[in-house]
């Protein structure tokens, strides 16, 4: 967006913001960030922005890939999950053709892209968000590369439904309808109307409102999602996506209109790992210890000191009730944003952010962060760079004797 659409990201940008930023970036007709693919002095221009923020001790290179899959060439994301590995970091993102359950752009191929590269760089990957078609695969080439030493691991969050911005290029007709073959009025939920949405009205409120959030259901999920509770290393994300309404300490949660796995994820984990009779020292791993310990293989020496309750770790301890924890949010309006249950104690570095079910205002957060380095590490890539790497210069050859 800084370098193809002109925008100032200098200031932080969350979720829901990056939502509207993705809608001003197509007022002019081109949404520059996702469709243009970017030339040499391009990549280089965003490979630098990326370094500036690994010298400051950002934990991973990020990609949105899947949003922006015919914008994003593979030499371009190869050389961001370079710039990553030059400091030994993790790429983290969404992969090409996510979702997608047909040749020749199935999902899975879009795994392998982001998995070659960590392979011949030697660098840590997230896989994100593999709760989608191709799944079982991609555990199983995460499983053989681990047990040949590479520290490569996953997430998933718990629900039969994505959520996104209205005006992703992935909801368009030509990608919605002709590639995944989906129905809109089966599959797309608005919670700001508390319906699902026809073709004619997606469009409308597309065309209105590109950065609302809407809600995207897959009934293939319902199978899979009992599975993901069951797989060593698959651990837990919420992908939440707040909004100004309903999620600040005096707010009510009932204002918020989004999916509920903002504020319902990791007790959604443990409800259905109960009803399912996974160990719960098993869950505690996904929600906690393997999150915590593949950041920490990566040098990240703040998480080496959480995940697990033990003596000289930090102290940040979920209380919950193991019979009856569980989300309290859902899909219908109203309780989109809503708290969970059985949770009554949440401690933050020593500190009670939450005591009796009530919130205590306490910012007790510490930043995580690797240490701010003095010098970066970045290395414009350039075609002359490379005929000096991968050709030789005197192509004779030794007469034989």
């Known amino acids: 967006m800084v370098v193809h659409d002109g925008f100032d990201l200098s200031a932080p940008v969350d979720a829901v913001d ?17 469709v243009t693919v970017s030339n040499s002095d391009q990549i280089n221009q965003i ?18 890939v899947g949003y922006a899959f015919v914008g994003i060439s593979t030499r371009e994301l190869f ?5 990553a590995a030059r400091y030994g970091r993790p790429l983290a993102g969404h992969s090409r053709f996510h979702g997608n359950w047909a040749t020749p752009t199935e999902a899975p191929l879009g795994f392998d892209e982001v998995f070659a590269n960590a392979v011949v760089l030697d660098a840590p990957l997230l896989y994100s968000h593999n709760n989608d078609y191709g799944w079982s695969e991609i555990e199983e080439k995460l499983a053989l590369a681990r047990e040949r030493g590479m520290n490569v691991w996953s997430e998933y969050y718990p629900y039969e439904a994505a959520s996104t911005a209205i005006g992703a290029a992935a909801l368009r007709p030509e990608s919605y309808e002709d590639v995944l073959g989906r129905n809109y009025q089966e599959t797309l939920f608005d919670p700001t109307q508390d319906k699902y949405l026809s073709r004619d009205e997606y469009l409308q409120v597309a065309a209105e409102d590109p950065g609302r959030a809407i809600v995207i259901f897959n009934p293939a999920r319902k199978e899979w999602l009992p599975q993901w509770l069951k797989v060593p290393h698959m651990v837990v994300a919420s ?32 409800r259905l790992a109960r009803e399912n009779d996974v160990p719960l020292m098993f869950t505690l791993s996904q929600l906690s210890y393997w999150p915590a310990l593949h950041l920490g293989e990566t040098g990240l020496t703040q998480m080496q000191e959480r995940g697990r309750m033990q003596e000289g770790m930090v102290a940040d301890i979920v209380v919950f009730d193991t019979q009856n924890v569980a989300e309290g949010s859902n899909y219908k309006a109203g309780q989109n944003g809503l708290p969970p249950v059985g949770l009554p104690h949440v401690i933050v570095n020593g500190q009670f952010v939450k005591r009796d079910d009530k919130a205590t205002d306490v910012m007790a957060g510490q930043p995580i962060r690797y240490p701010v380095e003095d010098q970066g590490r970045h290395v414009p890539a350039s075609t002359q760079q490379w005929l000096e790497d991968f050709r030789i210069d005197d192509c004779s050859i030794a007469p034989a004797n």
Do not use: Y
């Open 79 to 83: 050389e961001v999950q370079r710039a």
């Open 47 to 64: 490979t630098r922005l990326i370094d500036a923020d690994l010298q400051a001790g950002a934990l991973c290179a990020g990609t949105t």
């Open 239 to 270: 992908d939440g996506m707040w909004q100004n309404e309903g999620l600040g300490w005096d707010d009510d949660p009932a204002l918020f209109k989004g999916h509920p796995r903002t504020s319902g994820s990791h007790t959604t984990v443990l």
């Open 18 to 34: 990056a939502f509207q930023l993705r809608a001003r970036s197509g007022e002019d007709g081109i949404e520059g960030w996702s």
